[in-house]
Nanobody, 123 residues
């Protein structure tokens, strides 16, 4: 079955950087869309970035130019490089996977598998 394990979350000061990683197993990684979402306390989960199997990407407007998503298909690892962090980026970050990228089957469709999350706190 699909297993996603996130790591790399931490507490940092505004302007700092973090690199999140997601180790994937239990499925054919190269055939799946992979991505990141985040959820802050009291807020709904929002899509941050995702990348399909061909390398096409989506990125949330508020993180464009600061966050970069990448995937290592040899190691089955998804990464999110986050630079110039600000307090609005504080959230639990989740790694997601699905054969289809969010919004492809229908506007509200989302990843069907999620990891446990890793906490990012920016002060």
């Amino acid at each position: 079955h699909v297993q996603l394990v996130e790591s790399g979350g931490a507490s940092v000061q505004a302007g700092g950087s973090l690199r999140l990683s997601c180790a994937a197993s239990g499925f054919t990684y190269t055939r799946y869309c992979m991505g990141w979402a985040r959820q802050a306390p009291g807020k709904e989960r929002e899509r941050v970035a995702f990348m399909d199997k061909r390398g096409s990407t989506f990125c949330l407007d508020s993180v464009k130019g600061r966050f970069t998503i990448s995937r290592d298909n040899a190691k089955n690892v998804l990464s999110l490089q986050m630079n110039d962090l600000n307090p609005d980026d504080t959230a639990m970050y989740f790694c997601g996977a699905d054969f289809f990228c969010p919004g492809v089957l229908e506007p509200e469709s989302d990843f069907s598998s999620w990891g446990q999350g890793t906490q990012v706190t920016v002060s």
